[in-house]
């Protein structure tokens, strides 16, 4: 059997984290989202609290008000990637596993068995699943999907400028809402089994 790597991309309150999960029990390897902030505070000698800070604030106000470096205003920033870059590639390079987020599809565009998924629900949807599966209450919810989303588009400009749109360098687009979390898991981890466990 090859060895591959599956990335996801996600928008807030897809559950692409949750369904991330489910495939990795399916298929019997990895999946890494935590672990990737855990491994960045080791290397960089930094808490992981910090790390998680920048990596929710990359581009904002914020970010230069907490770390105002004299090495550039995002400097933090661009070092918590670069690492993250290294680490990501590490992973990827010795097993099969499935990696969330972090511009994985474009740091691993020259690998030769990579999957590049992006899970999305519509607007509604993911408010009731920030309301009854994340135990939000319907203020914060909006303001996270608002916030969270801008965040993670602003990484991917920062990052990955070379793409236009959610449609560049992902190979399959699946709206959760239509699946559920174990039914898109079960469809994924079906096309992965398809296509390198044979």
């Given at each position: 059997?090859e060895q591959?790597v599956v990335?996801i991309s996600r928008q807030?309150?897809?559950?692409g984290r ?9 298929l019997?390897i990895?999946?890494?989202d935590?672990?990737i902030?855990e491994a960045?505070a080791a ?13 929710e604030?990359?581009g904002?106000?914020?970010l230069?008000?907490k ?6 205003i995002?400097s ?6 670069y690492?993250?870059k290294?680490?990501?590639r590490?992973m990827?390079?010795?097993?099969s596993?499935?990696?969330v987020?972090r511009?994985a599809d474009s740091i ?8 590049n998924?992006?899970i999305y629900?519509?607007y509604?949807a ?5 309301t009854h599966?994340?135990m ?21 400009r920062?990052?990955c400028?070379?793409?236009?749109s959610?449609?560049d360098?992902k ?5 959760s809402?239509?699946f559920g979390i174990?039914?898109s898991?079960?469809?994924?981890s079906q096309?992965?089994m ?5």
């Amino acid at each position: 059997m090859e060895q591959y790597v599956v990335t996801i991309s996600r928008q807030f309150a897809s559950m692409g984290r949750t369904i991330a999960q489910k495939m990795s029990e399916t298929l019997g390897i990895e999946f890494f989202d935590r672990d990737i902030v855990e491994a960045t505070a080791a290397r960089m000698g930094q808490s992981i609290s910090a790390i998680s800070d920048v990596e929710e604030s990359t581009g904002t106000f914020y970010l230069k008000k907490k770390y105002p470096f004299n090495m550039g205003i995002y400097s933090i920033s661009d070092e918590v990637f670069y690492v993250q870059k290294n680490i990501i590639r590490d992973m990827a390079s010795k097993q099969s596993c499935i990696i969330v987020g972090r511009c994985a599809d474009s740091i691993l565009k020259d690998f030769k068995n990579c999957l590049n998924i992006y899970i999305y629900a519509p607007y509604e949807a993911r408010l009731y699943n920030c309301t009854h599966d994340l135990m939000m209450d319907e203020k914060t919810a909006k303001k996270m999907i608002r916030e969270v989303d801008a965040a993670r588009t602003n990484y991917q400009r920062k990052y990955c400028p070379e793409e236009k749109s959610v449609f560049d360098n992902k190979h399959i687009m699946i709206d959760s809402s239509q699946f559920g979390i174990d039914g898109s898991a079960a469809v994924l981890s079906q096309i992965v089994m398809e296509r390198w466990k044979k």
